[in-house]
């Protein structure tokens, strides 16, 4: 069993949809929980942290945490073109510790 | 976050030569760099941890007379593919942490490197 697991996708959705990214995990020791963007060709850029369990909003993006089921999930909502990229999510144990990352979710997000 | 550059942003190179691909952290003491490698369509796999002043330490199945990094200071890594072939083209992404207490990590660009 990996250690985060991500639906790969990919998703495609009309401009101002509200867009929902999600990932399990199996740790339960994971406390640090991460979502990337990335684009193509180009290195990942952190959209959203969280420590621990509850949600976390910036913006459009709304970060939720629930440790209980381990399962992670991102929100945007009023989606842009802009918004279209890879997802990834990651998590870790504890600072310095190695960052597990899912697969990554493709979103189009169509004018 | 962390302003993060790699260079070169790709590069192209024969089989049996060596390829180095800097990491620079521009506005950010990055006491521990890592070094992943991306397929097309997969996740990130972390290839080594390094910090500085130290020997990096390597993940499992990472050959580390292959992929030799030097974590030189706090805003310099590099990572020198030796002796490449076809099978090491990949994208290539460094990302930095500090010393806050904050687990964050600021990625770089990424480099591609296709090996003919």
């Known amino acids: 069993q990996k250690e985060v697991e991500q639906d790969p996708g990919p998703l495609s959705v009309p401009e101002g949809a509200i867009v929902s990214l999600n990932c399990t995990y199996s740790n339960s020791a994971f406390q640090y929980f991460m979502w990337y963007r990335q684009y193509s060709r180009k290195g990942p850029e952190l959209l959203m942290y969280t420590y621990s369990s509850g949600n976390k909003e910036d913006g459009r993006f709304t970060a939720q945490v629930d440790k209980s089921s381990k399962y992670i999930s991102l929100f945007i909502r009023d989606s842009q073109p802009s918004d279209s990229a890879t997802y990834l999510c990651?998590?870790?144990?504890?600072?310095?510790?190695?960052?597990?990352f899912g697969t990554g979710t493709s979103l189009t997000v169509i004018p | 976050g962390a302003v993060v550059s790699q260079h070169p942003s790709w590069v192209i190179c024969k089989s049996g030569t060596s390829v180095k691909i800097e990491c620079r952290s521009l506005d950010f003491q990055a006491t521990t760099m890592f070094w992943y490698r991306q397929f097309p369509k997969q996740s990130l796999m972390l290839m080594a941890t390094?910090?500085?002043?130290?020997?990096?330490?390597?993940e499992q199945g990472v050959e580390k007379d292959k992929f030799l990094i030097n974590h030189a200071s706090l805003t310099l890594s590099t990572l020198t593919v030796t002796s490449a072939h076809p099978e090491d083209s990949s994208f290539y992404i460094c990302?930095?942490?500090?010393?806050?207490?904050?687990?964050?990590?600021?990625f770089g660009p990424g480099t591609r490197l296709t090996v003919l």
């Open positions: 390094s910090n500085e002043g130290s020997k990096a330490t390597y």
């Open positions: 990302s930095v942490k500090g010393r806050s207490s904050y687990n964050e990590q600021f």
């Open positions: 990651a998590m870790s144990a504890n600072t310095g510790n190695q960052f597990y």
